[in-house]
T-cell receptor, first 113, second 113 residues
Framework: GENVEQHPSTLSVQEGDSAVIKCTYSDSASNYFPWYKQELGKGPQLIID?????GEKKDQRIAVTLNKTAKHFSLHITETQPEDSAVYFCAASLGGGGFKTIFGAGTRLFVKA | NAGVTQTPKFQVLKTGQSMTLQCAQD?????MYWYRQDPGMGLRLIYYSASEGTTDKGEVPNGYNVSRLNKREFSLRLESAAPSQTSVYFCASSGGQGRYEQYFGPGTRLTVT
């Protein structure tokens, strides 16, 4: 079955710097790759996603890149702000159905003011 | 529009007790899911319901049962709670039919002593 590995588990950056979180997946049939942000005491919230027919997607300060050949995808946050501090999860999904979604273990991002 | 709501927010059970976690969504979504979140392990799917009237097992279904009461509501039952079921439980929903993103509830923190 699908397996998703996420690195690093903890990331600390200075405000204004960039942050990069990387994930690899094992099932080459996966075709949907969402990223979720989870703030303390809340449920995860989708921040960006990418489908397998696209190599890169950007939304303001957030971008995701996908390399299907290498089976890895990354989240890039530029100009980080203290409010970006949270836990970020990547996931890989087969066919887009939630029942086929496997999550990474999460990255705790600290943005220091 | 409340999105996904869960009750209760917190619960403490003794080993062997039973309880039902309630989840409801008001987005007219077809699919609903129950996850558990443990430290360092991301989110793991317990059960899902692809559409009203259907339910199926996820990665970690042992010790749980579910009921898709109607399109809005999806409950998770622990028949005989065990300390290994101490976790944070999240309900989620998605629209299906090409709409892949999942919307999560605020979670239920369950402790089994």
């Amino acid at each position: 079955g699908e397996n998703v590995e996420q690195h690093p588990s903890t990331l600390s950056v200075q405000e204004g710097d960039s942050a990069v979180i990387k994930c690899t997946y094992s099932d080459s049939a996966s075709n949907y790759f969402p990223w979720y942000k989870q703030e303390l005491g809340k449920g995860p919230q989708l921040i960006i996603d990418i489908r397998s027919n696209v190599g890169e997607k950007k939304d303001q300060r957030i971008a995701v890149t996908l390399n299907k050949t290498a089976k890895h995808f990354s989240l890039h946050i530029t100009e980080t702000q203290p409010e970006d501090s949270a836990v970020y999860f990547c996931a890989a999904s087969l066919g887009g159905g939630g029942f086929k979604t496997i999550f990474g273990a999460g990255t705790r991002l600290f943005v220091k003011a | 529009n409340a999105g996904v709501t869960q009750t209760p927010k917190f619960q403490v059970l003794k080993t062997g007790q039973s309880m039902t976690l309630q989840c409801a969504q008001d987005m007219n979504h077809n699919s609903m899911y129950w996850y558990r979140q443990d430290p360092g392990m991301g989110l793991r799917l317990i059960y899902y319901s692809a559409s009203e009237g259907t339910t199926d097992k996820g990665e970690v279904p042992n010790g749980y049962n579910v009921s898709r009461l109607n399109k809005r509501e999806f409950s998770l039952r622990l028949e005989s709670a065990a300390p290994s079921q101490t976790s944070v439980y999240f309900c989620a929903s998605s629209g299906g039919q090409g709409r892949y993103e999942q919307y999560f509830g605020p979670g239920t923190r369950l402790t089994v002593t």
